[in-house]
């Protein structure tokens, strides 16, 4: 289950990277198109970077609850 997680994140990020390409591409000969692609990219990345933050803050959680600190 972990590893296909991981290889699902490479993958999003792939097609981020695929998008930015395609986008920046078609800007030229058709504009609209072109920064709707980006933006697709942007929001695609923008759901990446925060379910990252969001996922980290758990773990961070979660081990500062199993392990707690005593003074």
């Known amino acids: 289950m972990v590893k ?3 290889l699902l994140g490479w993958l999003r990020d792939l097609v981020i990277a695929f998008l930015v ?3 920046l591409h078609l800007r030229h000969e ?3 198109i072109g920064a ?3 933006i ?3 929001v695609v ?3 990446r970077f925060l379910w990252s933050w969001h ?3 758990l773990r961070d ?3 500062s609850a199993t392990n707690p600190e005593t003074d």
């Open 61 to 63: 959680a979660q081990s």
């Open 21 to 23: 390409i395609a986008g």
């Open 55 to 57: 996922l980290c803050a």
């Open 36 to 38: 709707s692609i980006l």
């Open 4 to 6: 296909s997680l991981i």
């Open 40 to 42: 697709a990219a942007g």
């Open 30 to 32: 058709s504009p609209a």
């Open 45 to 47: 990345f923008a759901e």
